[in-house]
């Protein structure tokens, strides 16, 4: 299934291999790369928790777990920076949805407060 959210062919293609591994010990992967970064991109752009991810990506938490790693080493930041570049070199209009800057927010899962602990409310 594709959401609108989806990165076109052409979209992946420009920054594809930003995704992938450096070496090749972490060369094999259960889930397709497109797929987990159509994934972040689904909880980004709908404003959802991770857990909500529709069934159909891959689990919530190995999508979360490559989200943390790539927003860590750079990867979206570095995969925003050639899109833009390359528009700008075509001048093929406006910017690709606001995929790092987003993304950077959205780096907590969702899991329910613990309670026992004091608020200032409480106080």
Same mark, same amino acid.
């Given at each position: 299934?594709?959401?609108?959210?989806?990165?076109?062919?052409?979209?992946?293609?420009?920054?594809?291999?930003?995704?992938?591994?450096?070496?090749?010990?972490?060369?094999?992967? &259960?889930?397709?790369? &497109?797929? !987990?970064?159509?994934? !972040?991109?689904?909880?980004?752009?709908?404003?959802?928790?991770?857990?909500?991810?529709?069934?159909?990506?891959?689990?919530?938490?190995?999508?979360?777990?490559?989200?943390?790693?790539?927003?860590?080493?750079?990867?979206?930041?570095?995969?925003?920076?050639? !899109?833009?570049?390359?528009?700008?070199?075509?001048?093929?209009?406006?910017?690709?949805?606001?995929?790092?800057?987003?993304?950077?927010?959205?780096?907590?899962?969702?899991?329910?407060?613990?309670?026992?602990?004091?608020?200032?409310?409480?106080?």
């Amino acid at each position: 299934m594709s959401y609108p959210s989806d990165l076109s062919d052409a979209e992946w293609a420009l920054i594809e291999h930003h995704f992938k591994p450096k070496d090749r010990r972490g060369s094999a992967s &259960k889930h397709p790369r &497109k797929r !987990i970064v159509d994934a !972040i991109l689904y909880v980004v752009e709908g404003g959802i928790k991770w857990r909500m991810l529709p069934k159909d990506f891959p689990p919530w938490q190995t999508v979360y777990d490559h989200f943390s790693r790539w927003n860590k080493a750079g990867v979206w930041e570095a995969a925003l920076d050639e !899109i833009n570049a390359r528009r700008r070199k075509k001048s093929i209009g406006p910017a690709p949805r606001a995929m790092p800057s987003s993304t950077r927010k959205a780096s907590r899962p969702s899991t329910p407060a613990r309670s026992g602990g004091s608020t200032a409310a409480s106080s």
